[in-house]
């Protein structure tokens, strides 16, 4: 699927649109440069999944656990042992929604049935969004 948004908001709505299709175990790759919308877009899943999450980016903590979604930052993952001791295993396991932003980072590590969002900025407001599906 394809979404062009021309808001913060509008990239939430998209995020929540999305979400409401999504069950427990699955992982969204997301990925795009800073200030693309990749947080916005993972609020709205939350809206989703877990009203009462307040979603913020994990880029400090690395991963930000709301229950049922999960949200990693991966921009400072550089190797497996790295990705390991955040919890990344674990929390598919359990049967958790994880979102990963800098997903480009940990490529090689994502299940086969990953989804993928990818942004693209069109310009100061406006981002293309597309989806990949397994």
Known sequence: MRWETHSVEETEAVGKRYAEGITGGCVIALYGGLGMG??????????????????????????????????????????????????????????????TEWSENIEGALPADTRRVRFTRLSDTERLLETEEP
């Open 38 to 99: 990749k947080t916005a877009f993972v609020r709205g899943m939350a809206q989703a999944l877990c009203p009462e999450a307040e979603v913020s980016s994990p880029t400090f903590a690395i991963v930000n656990d709301y229950g049922r979604l999960v949200h990693f930052d991966m921009y400072r993952i550089t190797g497996w042992e790295d990705l390991e001791t955040t919890g990344f295993f674990e929390y598919i396991d359990r049967g958790a929604v994880v979102v």
